[in-house]
T-cell receptor
Framework: GQQVMQIPQYQHVQEGEDFTTYCNSS?????IQWYKQRPGGHPVFLIQ?????EVKKQKRLTFQFGEAKKNSSLHITATQTTDVGTYFC???????????FGKGTMLLVSP | NAGVTQTPKFQVLKTGQSMTLQCAQD?????MSWYRQDPGMGLRLIHY???????DQGEVPNGYNVSRSTTEDFPLRLLSAAPSQTSVYFC?????????????FGPGTRLLVL
């Protein structure tokens, strides 16, 4: 079945440093979504990427979808303590299949 | 709109007991799903439904049953609880169409099976 690998599992940064998490799929994806989960909370949708090579920005967050539609990344510029949480990617291998989630990257930001 | 609601928030069961986790959404979403989240394992799909009367198995369906008699409700039943089912359970809903649906998650149910 489809597998979605996410690295790193955990990252601890100082406030102001940048952060990147990477997502790789074993199959070509029709789209990929990113979610954020605060400690003790539930996953919250951040963004969806659909097109090959797509890049989207949300303030300090930059999301990329690879040319082959098998990988994606989330980059946070100048992290803040409010960025703390676990970031998940979730991919769909065809237009109507279920989402497969990566295991997530836990981000800890020290002031 | 309340969005996706789940009850109970916390539950402790003894091995062998059965229970139903409730999930409801008021957004008229056709798709609903149940996930379990375990440390270091991400979110794994248990069962899902693409509309009332239609359900299907996800990645880890064993030990769980679902039904979808209405658009709003999607209960998850544990038939005979086992310690391996200790987890956080999330229900999610989304619109139908085009494979580009955003999932809205409920607040979760934290289950401990002794």
């Amino acid at each position: 079945g489809q597998q979605v690998m996410q690295i790193p599992q955990y990252q601890h940064v100082q406030e102001g440093e940048d952060f990147t998490t990477y997502c790789n799929s074993s199959t070509t994806l029709s789209n990929i979504q990113w979610y954020k989960q605060r400690p003790g909370g539930h996953p919250v949708f951040l963004i969806q990427l659909v097109k090959s090579g797509e890049v989207k920005k949300q303030k300090r967050l930059t999301f990329q979808f690879g040319e082959a539609k098998k990988n994606s990344s989330l980059h946070i510029t100048a992290t803040q303590t409010t960025d703390v949480g676990t970031y998940f990617c979730a991919g769909r291998s065809s237009g109507y299949s279920t989402l497969t989630f990566g295991k997530g990257t836990m981000l800890l930001v020290s002031p | 709109n309340a969005g996706v609601t789940q009850t109970p928030k916390f539950q402790v069961l003894k091995t062998g007991q059965s229970m139903t986790l409730q999930c409801a959404q008021d957004m008229n979403h056709e798709y609903m799903s149940w996930y379990r989240q375990d440390p270091g394992m991400g979110l794994r799909l248990i069962h899902y439904s693409v509309g009332a009367g239609i359900t299907d198995q996800g990645e880890v369906p064993n030990g769980y049953n679902v039904s979808r008699s209405t658009t709003e409700d999607f209960p998850l039943r544990l038939l005979s609880a086992a310690p391996s089912q200790t987890s956080v359970y999330f229900c999610a809903s989304s619109t139908k169409g085009g494979g580009q649906e955003t999932q809205y998650f409920g607040p979760g149910t934290r289950l401990l099976v002794l």
